[in-house]
């Protein structure tokens, strides 16, 4: 026996039963295992050892190169009704799902080891924490969440203690892409994964449970699961606002989450909580806290450098995993933004040569290190009561249309602005990049059921507090035809500035149809070599455009049917008559 708790023997005995490995390893969590896995994987190809004069403790793992991204179509929600899964999700009903995946799981791990991997998704001791238990036979994905989660025997103990947990089966079976699927069962709070290594698609604590089957979690006990950053941002005077911002997938959320103020706010801190998930309860006075169930960053690479963002930068330069990336004469990883090497070797390990016009880098290459490696990493990211959220952001990448920052006139009207966001598609996900498709929340791919049950969700929180966060929504990504309009990166303080002030009602704003804007100078641009007239553009609204916009939202919404929340149709309504108006 390896553990008191029942239910999880058995499972595990079952899943080598169905998988036949040569052996079982209960992963302890240990620098000592990290160190055993990473001995291993050198020793097997899976990992290159990288410069460790300069980048020490770093490795290099080449993926298949089928299996560079999340795959979405491959991507199912197995629900009962098809109705809960919604028609944002694919799915599949649960026993035809599990039959194929009992197929294709057969035997799957013969001549491989199994590892179990106990993880608890937030600070170990926090009521707002949950816990899972990982099945993989991939070396590669241990060492991953021994990074990304809190794992092993801390985790064990409280799962024996809390008796519930998700279950999480992994293979990567042959990386056949016809034989790739990421399936999730959320009445059954489980995950069974296979055919992919990806960190999307194989890191099951991560999307799939943190997401898929957490926001399924939050529906039915009152919370919220998002895929949001939390930044703590500390003025001058000492006072510390926390944010939660979210955005689609490679949209700069691990950027602004690490922020480096600009030189005009001598006196401002930043430190970062999370970069990619929160998870969102209410209190009994109506705040929201905010806590991040991940341990690490499973982050972009290309772009980084230690102008765009010096604590990113610092942040990769040791201790870190790096997927997909090229590498220099001198043996140091490689990407495209990166200001110093000689490239040599592309990320599939071809030669490769500085005026080619292939990429080096793949450009969903990848890093993952623990937080703890972040300069500005916040000791609130183990807190278990989490931090007050004051101001929640969305924002999507649109070269046109949408302002710098507007404010949501209420919650309602934020859930509405949540509800509409759109994005020009990334290299995150397999499938055409540069594409505007409706990202609600930037939880399209992630959300584990229906998003009309989501957005009424998100809706009745109106009716529960007083107390809630002010909603925004910004667009770092707005463009001319010379280029981007907004310098973004560490500038992007002045607009949380912005938001801060409004937050703590020191401001007055100019109110237009889609929301609230800055009047005139209140955003900051000392410093700035930006253009009045580009300043101007960036908050251009045109209502035209603004109503064939809501128009497509509407047809967007029209798919949900019935089920769509009366609400958010009127929320829709009175911005469509507002523009009318003009
Ligand atoms: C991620 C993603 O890796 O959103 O965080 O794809
Ligand atoms: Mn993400």
């Known amino acids: 026996m390896n553990t008191t708790n029942k239910e999880l023997q058995n499972w595990v005995d079952q899943v080598a039963k169905l998988t036949n490995p040569t052996a079982v390893h209960w992963c302890d969590g240990s620098n000592q295992e990290y160190q055993n896995f990473i001995a291993q994987m050198l020793e097997s190809g899976d990992l290159l050892k990288l410069n460790h004069e300069t980048f020490p403790n770093c490795y ?111 293979s990567i079976g042959d990386l056949n892409p016809e034989k790739r699927f990421i399936m999730h069962f959320p009445e059954e709070l489980t995950i069974r994964s296979i055919g992919s290594g990806y960190g999307g698609n194989a890191l099951l604590g991560k999307k799939c449970h943190a997401l898929r089957i957490a926001s399924w979690q939050a529906l039915k006990e009152k919370w919220l699961a998002e895929h949001m950053l939390i930044v703590e941002i500390e003025n001058p005077e000492g006072d510390k606002f926390y944010i939660a911002a979210a955005f689609p997938s490679a949209c700069g959320k691990t950027n602004l989450a690490m922020l480096i103020p600009p030189d005009t706010y001598p006196g401002w801190k930043v430190r970062t909580i999370g970069d990619d998930i929160a998870w969102l309860h209410m209190d009994n006075s109506g705040r929201f806290w905010a806590i991040n169930p991940e341990a690490g960053y499973f982050g972009v690479v290309p772009g980084t450098n230690q102008d765009t963002n010096q604590n990113a930068y610092e942040t990769l330069k040791r201790d870190a995993i790096y997927t997909n990336v090229g590498i220099t004469d001198n043996n140091e990883p490689w990407w495209e933004g990166k200001l110093e090497g000689n490239p040599t070797k592309d990320w599939k390990g071809d ?54 920052v507007y404010e949501a006139k209420d919650w309602n009207h934020g859930v509405l602005v949540g509800a509409s966001v759109g994005s020009e598609t990334t290299a995150a996900a397999a499938g055409d990049v540069g594409i505007v498709r409706r990202d609600p929340m930037a939880m399209k791919p992630f959300c584990g059921y229906n998003f009309a049950d989501y957005w009424r969700h998100w809706l009745s929180f109106s009716e529960q507090s007083q107390n809630l966060p002010k909603i925004f929504h910004v667009n770092w ?106």
């Open 60 to 170: 290099l793992h080449r993926s298949d190169q089928t299996d560079v991204a999340r795959v979405e179509h491959l991507t199912f929600i197995c629900t009962s009704k098809q109705e809960d899964a919604g028609p944002n999700n694919n799915w599949m009903d649960p026993d035809e799902a599990h039959s194929k995946l009992d197929n294709l799981f057969k035997d799957c791990m013969s001549g491989r080891t199994m590892y179990v991997i106990p993880y608890c998704l937030g600070p170990i001791d926090s009521v707002y924490s949950r816990c899972g238990v990982e099945i993989t036979d991939s070396p590669y994905v241990v060492a991953n969440m021994f990074l990304m989660t809190r794992m092993g025997t801390k985790a064990l103990q409280r799962i024996e203690t809390e008796n519930k947990f998700v279950k999480g089966m992994h």
């Open 351 to 404: 030669d490769y040569s500085s005026d080619s016009n292939q990429d080096c880098a793949h450009p969903n290459s990848r890093f993952t290190v623990s937080a703890k490696n972040n300069p500005g990493y916040s000791e609130l990211a183990d807190s278990p009561s989490g931090v007050p959220i004051c101001a929640i952001i969305f924002g999507g990448r649109r070269s046109e249309l949408a302002p710098l």
């Open 477 to 582: 990504f707005r463009k001319n035809d010379q280029g981007f309009l907004w310098p973004g990166f560490g500038e992007n303080l002045r607009v949380l500035d912005w938001i801060i002030q409004r937050c703590q009602n020191k401001i007055d704003a100019k109110e237009t149809p889609i929301g609230y804007v800055p009047i005139k100078g209140d955003i900051d641009t000392s410093g700035l070599d930006i253009a009045d007239e580009n300043l101007d553009a960036l908050f251009t609204i045109d209502p035209d455009q603004w109503l064939a916009e809501m128009n497509e939202i509407k047809e967007y919404f029209n798919e949900f049917g019935e089920r769509l929340p009366k609400q958010l149709l009127n929320e829709h309504a009175k911005v469509v008559d507002a523009l009318s108006k003009k």
